[in-house]
């Protein structure tokens, strides 16, 4: 009886094991049935959120797209605002204009007019790049052209003065209760002809200069000399509503070159150690090669700026304006 009994055992202990076997088996079966319908709905979802960015960057897409063909617009007139320079050089031969936004609508313009005896030529860096610096440049031109045509004022620091008073009460920064504070930067200089007959055979006599932060430069004769702009720039809030500029004059001899810039080719970053290109280094590129004729100096400041940048960001807008008298009538 008593391998009965261990029979009976090991049959109870067998049947035992198969039923849990059988429960386990059962359990991984509904466990798999919840992860299919788990892994399902899993998918389901995955699908559902994919579409739904799918469909979002669709939508960033289209709006990207607005908003670069509204900037590439924006950007045709701004560039209509700008002076020809082919037709500068109908009355100034000797010249280039390099204007490189930093973004596709810059803060930095050029504006050059002809009045007879007087030329007028200037550099404009307003507050910022991008949309806001070009809504400024807006404001900055109509200023400069109201002045200096409706005006009739062809004095560059009264220039600058009135330019000042202008933006600030337009912009309402003359007012405690002013919103932005935005300005901006200039070099005004006017090319005096003399008073000979026949417009062909007048003679530039002498150069007027005043800036509001930025410089004017002078190449002759191997010697390079910078007329410093005043500590002051235009329309901010606390920009002296009353600001009398400093006036330069140079008489201007055969060989001269003068250039003026904002401040964007000095501040790039680039080189090997990834600082600033710097003003002396900007000082030596002009004088190295105010011999050039101004086109050639045109393509290398323009590929000195290309190859010192490298692969760095553009820092900010970049506007470099030559011009010189290389032979006179006198």
């Not at 500068?88 to 313009?109: A, H, K, M, N, Q």
């Not at 000979?196 to 002078?218: D, V």
């Not at 329309?235 to 201007?252: C, E, P, Q, W």
Request: aromatic share 8%.
């Amino acid at each position: 009886g008593h391998e009965k009994d261990e029979m009976g055992l090991l049959a109870r202990a067998i049947t035992r094991l198969l039923e849990r076997l059988g429960e386990n088996l059962e359990l991984r079966r509904v466990a798999e049935k919840e992860l299919e319908k788990h892994r399902d709905h899993l998918e389901q979802m995955v699908n559902e959120r994919t579409s739904e960015l799918r469909k979002a960057l669709e939508e960033v897409e289209a709006a990207n797209q607005e908003i670069m063909e509204s900037l590439r617009y924006a950007k045709t007139i701004q560039r209509s605002l700008l002076a020809d320079p082919n037709e500068v050089r109908t009355y100034l031969p000797d010249c280039f204009f390099i204007w490189i936004p930093c973004e596709i609508v810059s803060g930095d313009i050029f504006y050059t007019d002809c009045f007879g005896d007087n030329i007028i030529i200037a550099v404009i860096d307003c507050t910022g790049h991008g949309v806001p610096g070009a809504v400024m440049t807006m404001l900055a031109f109509s200023a400069i052209r109201r002045v200096t045509r409706n005006e009739e004022c062809r004095d560059p620091a009264e220039i600058l003065k009135r330019m000042n008073r202008i933006i600030k009460t337009t912009l309402q920064q003359d007012t405690e209760y002013a919103l932005s504070d935005d300005g901006l930067d200039a070099a005004v200089a006017r090319i005096q002809l003399s008073e000979a007959i026949g417009a062909s055979e007048r003679s530039p006599e002498e150069l007027i200069f005043a800036g509001a932060k930025l410089s004017l430069t002078c190449v002759y004769d191997e010697a390079i000399r910078t007329i410093k702009g005043d500590r002051q720039s235009i329309g901010y809030k606390n920009s002296d509503l009353d600001f009398t500029f400093s006036k330069h004059s140079v008489k201007i001899e055969a060989g001269m070159s003068f250039y003026m810039a904002s401040d964007g080719f000095t501040d790039q970053l680039g080189g090997k150690k990834g600082l600033r290109f710097g003003t002396r280094r900007f000082k030596n590129l002009l004088k190295e090669n105010a011999e050039l004729s101004f086109e050639a100096q045109q393509e290398k400041i323009l590929q000195t700026f290309n190859e010192y940048r490298g692969d760095n960001e553009r820092q900010d807008d970049v506007t470099v304006v030559g011009f010189g008298f290389r032979d006179l009538h006198h």
